[in-house]
């Protein structure tokens, strides 16, 4: 800059000024290198096989340049999308860009790999250029090859031609471009065979059974490099087939049982055949000529068996054509004829035939005739047509020492009468049963069980459906029938059986304390004291007749009507002789206060045949009047009465616990089990049964009663003495029972406990419910569980029903406790020579042996902190975290002060750690120490930190 003034002498001044423009990144870097590489599959592990290489127009920091390889993209590129979890990259990219063989490479595993390598500038913000690198695994000649088959085998004839083909070798070679030879390296016993330039062998030589029946021959296939393989021919020399077999005579005779399973050998002639010839041409094959029989032949021994179902009432003989044939080429054959028969069996159950028509005995008739002539018996069975014993029982009897069963003939021996009688007479069900014995002919048994009888000598026959069941059994097989037998009887009165009958019980006040008031059905009471000889009718259920009634001062009876509404009834309404008719109504009586014993009204069962009304009540006095009914032997009315009892029991009132300020609802009605909580390291203790109070309507002095808890290792159960005075106590655990005086503070520790608290004399209730008010829970263990407390108070009087109530409490714990890390080595030390260990080239781990803990149960780590601590914090030198074991969606990260936020357990925390590596990427490094720490923090607390010293020494 130059100044100037304007005086007569002009003055001027010159002053430098120097600009300097300062770099901004605002170029990519620009990858420079070639996209296509090729390398050996023999490249060596840890070698670098190219250098990547990049441009950036920028200067200084924002010049410097970083490569990485994006190991899942590449993954996906190579393999495919969904590519296994197993698939990898067997290449590592360094910061500088220099590519390694991380694993072998096997082309003829994968012959090419797509890798998706990065550039990142270090301005700020950094920019960053990808391109993708196509890399094919080169061919060397490193596989044996391959035979098709190790061990061939041919087999030729000992008359085969000069030239005639034994095997044309076959080998493979994994290798590119691979040119393979073959030679014969031997030929045992005889040489007989010669190898063509076409790689076929073929016969050189006159073949001869008699001197050589086996030739092997060693094969190799040769790569061009020498690698080879070997394999092995077995010729085996056959015979010329020029003899007929034959059979040892025309005709075989065979027998089997039609009841033979299927896979039995058929017994009689020995099939056999001979051939004049050797080795498969003598070879003999049994079969038949076409047939459906149900047999099948050996093929080896000719032995025949059966294959199916034979039945000699459906087939007794079968007539088959047997063929035998040699293993030569073309093979000889013979045949022959088989005769086979079914010998019959006794395989079939007798028959029954019984009458279509149901016997039927109508009442004041003794005895009828069961089946008639139209009984018979039969056998599909020719040669087995005879019994060896016949059943018949008779059940549902109602009388059984009036029913019984009996033939109108005699039997004739060899059958005879063996057992008469009842059976089961002493269950609920009893039977009678005849039986008859002796290996007779059908048509014998048959003419005896026409002849059977059913008597029956009661005056009422009652009418349940009887049934005959017959059995017959040939000796073998047995057969069983069964037919109904009707009973048809007059319609007679019904009776009363039970003249006094309970029919309800209910409790005193029971409608006051919400208790149900039994209601009876009428259909009910009348089943349960009265009885009728006439069938049963299930349409017409019986009824009552209420003829009289207790006319309490305590109460009042009810009936429903024909609407189901409550009725009320008293002796008026029954007066001279009439009536109320009940279906299946319900009765019941509602006591005043305080009332019990009991009360009662008298009825006459009713069949319901003579009076009209259906199922709902008739309560018209006028109408019915039942007196001259009462006598009648075909009635509607039991002759008899029956008395009907209701019982009023007198029982004590239960006492009630129920909470402070509610004088209705019970304990529970309010909250279900209420829960409180104690907090760990807490001094205060958790009141489960504070506000409980006690009620009882009978008395207001209590006695007896229980407290029991379940608790764990470190929990205290407290009563208050002073609230408790006057009382007893007897605490079971752990099944040992010990009274203890409660004029001091009463404390336990156990797993479970049960006291019973005992006053004497009895105690009011408020009194008594104060000192279970005390009750108090601490838990003192270090680090307490959180499982649910369970208390349970029971209250009693020695004759009521106990009261309960249940209360929990909760335990809620907080993070206390700083994370530790234990057993890290202080000091590593790395040769030069030992550098390259591990996953990555030249990586060292550097906390294999880190144990992390945290005395807060499954407490969570939020942080991980590895910072590397060198003099010139080179860039060739960084820690690597795999942050993968802790997350499946995070990417490992490599840095010199690695401060990573994770959510991990104190089990992957350590894993991590372990994991932990030191990675240098030049081939000189400089000697000398680098100090590592580590530290972890759980969201509340950090650890102490742990240093390691890391020396790598030339």
């Known amino acids: 800059i130059l100044v100037k003034d304007k005086g007569e002498f002009v003055q001027a001044t010159r002053q430098f000024i120097e600009v300097i423009l300062t770099d901004v990144n605002d170029n990519e870097p620009t ?8 390398v050996a599959e023999n490249a060596r592990v840890g070698s670098v096989q190219w250098t990547m290489t990049a441009t950036d127009a920028d200067s200084g920091a924002n010049a410097q340049l970083r490569y990485s390889l994006n190991i899942s993209e590449s993954i996906e590129m190579t393999y495919g999308r969904g590519a296994s979890t197993l698939s990898t990259i067997p290449f590592v990219v360094s910061p500088s860009g220099a590519v390694f ?6 082309r003829e595993q994968q012959s090419f790999y797509k890798l998706q390598v990065q550039v990142t500038d270090s301005g700020v913000p950094s920019l960053i250029d990808t391109t993708v690198i196509t890399v094919n695994v080169t061919d060397v000649s490193d596989t044996n090859p391959v035979f098709s088959q190790s061990d061939y085998a041919v087999t030729l004839p000992e008359d085969a031609p000069f030239g005639a083909l034994a095997l044309e070798l076959d080998a493979s070679d994994a290798d590119l471009q691979s040119v393979l030879s073959y030679r014969i390296v031997s030929q045992e016993p005889v040489a007989a065979f010669v190898l063509g330039e076409d790689n076929v062998i073929r016969v050189a030589a006159e073949l001869d059974r008699e ?6 021959l060693g094969l190799m296939a040769v790569d061009e490099v020498g690698l080879n ?4 021919l077995t010729v085996t020399v056959t015979d010329v087939n020029d003899e007929t077999p034959q059979f040892t005579q025309p005709l075989y005779s065979l027998t089997i049982s039609e009841l033979a399973s299927p896979g039995t050998v058929l017994d009689g002639d020995v099939i056999a055949a001979f051939d004049g010839d050797i080795g498969n041409n003598a070879k003999l094959t049994f079969s038949f000529e076409a047939t459906t029989a149900p047999f099948d032949i050996h093929a080896t021994d000719g032995t025949i068996s059966l294959n199916g179902i034979i039945d000699a009432e459906v087939q007794v003989r079968y007539n088959l054509t047997l063929k035998v044939t040699d293993g030569g080429t073309p093979p000889l054959s013979s045949t022959c004829s088989v005769q086979v028969t079914i010998r019959d069996e006794n395989d079939n159950e007798p028959k029954i035939e019984l009458p279509v028509a149901v016997p039927v005995l109508t009442e004041g008739t003794d005895s009828i005739l069961v089946f008639g002539r139209a009984f018979g018996l039969s056998d599909p069975d020719a040669q087995h047509q005879t019994l060896s014993s016949m059943s018949f029982f008779l059940s549902n009897m109602t009388s ?6 009996m033939f109108a003939l005699r039997p004739v021996p060899p059958i005879t009468i063996t057992f008469t009688g009842l059976i089961r007479n002493d269950t609920a069900h009893p039977q009678f049963q005849v039986t008859l014995e002796g290996v007779a002919p059908l048509k014998d048994y048959a003419r005896i069980g026409s002849s059977l009888v059913y008597m029956n000598t009661e005056d009422q026959v009652l009418t349940p459906l009887r049934s005959i069941a017959m059995m017959i059994h040939d000796g073998l097989f047995a057969t069983r029938a069964e037919v109904p037998l009707v009973v048809r009887q007059v ?15 209910m409790f005193e006040d029971a409608q006051r304390l919400g208790l149900p008031v039994p209601k009876v059905a009428a259909c009910d009471i009348a089943r349960a004291v009265g009885s009728d000889v006439d069938p049963y009718n299930s349409t017409k259920r019986f009824g009552l007749a209420i003829t009289s009634i207790q006319e309490p001062e305590y109460g009042t009876w009810f009936v429903e009507d024909e609407a189901l509404n409550p009725l009320s009834i008293n002796a008026s309404d029954l007066t001279n002789g009439t009536v109320l008719l009940l279906a299946c109504n319900k009765i019941w009586f509602e006591p005043v206060l305080d009332f019990f014993g009991q009360v009662s009204f008298t009825i006459r069962v009713w069949d319901r045949t003579d009076v009209s009304g259906g199922d709902a009540i008739v309560m018209q006095p006028e109408l019915k009047n039942i007196q001259n009914m009462t006598s009648d032997p075909q009635g509607a009315f039991s002759h008899n009465t029956a008395t009907i009892v209701f019982v009023l029991d007198n029982s004590p009132d239960q006492p009630v616990l129920f909470r402070a300020n509610e004088t209705v609802l019970t304990w529970d009605d309010v909250v279900a089990t209420p829960t409180t909580t104690f907090a760990e390291g807490d001094t205060d203790p958790a009141y489960p049964f504070l506000g409980l109070r006690l009620r009882d309507v009978d008395t207001v002095f209590f006695s007896n009663g229980s407290l029991s808890a379940n608790i764990f ?5 407290a009563f ?3 609230a408790c005075l006057g009382m007893s106590f007897t605490l079971r655990r752990n099944d040992t029972e010990s009274v203890f005086d409660m004029s001091l503070l009463a404390t336990i520790t156990a797993f479970e406990l049960r006291y019973t608290v005992v006053a004497n004399p009895p105690l009011v209730a408020g009194q008594y419910v104060r000192c279970l008010e005390t009750v108090s829970f601490t838990a003192t263990s270090q680090e307490p569980t959180t499982a649910m407390r369970t208390f349970t108070v029971t209250v009693q009087n020695d004759d009521t029903p106990p009261a309960s109530a249940t209360a929990t409490v909760s335990v809620s714990r907080f993070n206390d406790e700083a994370p530790k890390i234990f057993d890290v080595s202080p000091t590593i030390d790395v040769d030069e020579a030992n550098e390259g260990l591990g996953e990555l080239p030249k990586a060292t781990l550097v906390f294999p042996s880190a144990i992390v803990a945290d005395a807060d149960l499954n407490q969570v780590i939020e942080q991980v902190q590895v910072v590397l601590d060198t003099a010139a914090l080179p860039e060739d030198e960084t820690l690597c975290l795999n942050l993968t074991l802790v997350d499946a969606a995070m990417s490992p990260v490599c840095g010199h002060n690695l401060t990573v936020p994770v959510t991990a357990s104190v089990q992957e925390t350590q894993a991590l750690l372990r994991s932990a590596l030191f990675v240098v990427e030049v081939d000189e490094p400089v000697p000398g120490p680098r100090k590592i720490t580590l530290a972890v923090f759980d969201g509340v607390f950090s650890s102490a930190p742990v240093t390691v010293t890391l020396t790598l020494h030339a």
């Open 720 to 722: 208050d003495s002073m």
């Open 31 to 38: 990858f420079t290198s070639a996209t296509y590489v090729e």
């Open 211 to 216: 001197v050589a029946d086996t030739i092997v």
């Open 101 to 106: 063989a991380a694993i072998p490479l096997d």
């Open 713 to 717: 290792q470190g929990d205290v159960v």
């Open 400 to 405: 059984p020492s009036k029913e019984s069963l």
């Open 491 to 505: 319609n007679d009165a019904p009776f009363v059986v039970n003249a006094s009958y309970q029919a309800a019980v």
């Open 229 to 232: 393989a070997s394999a092995t």
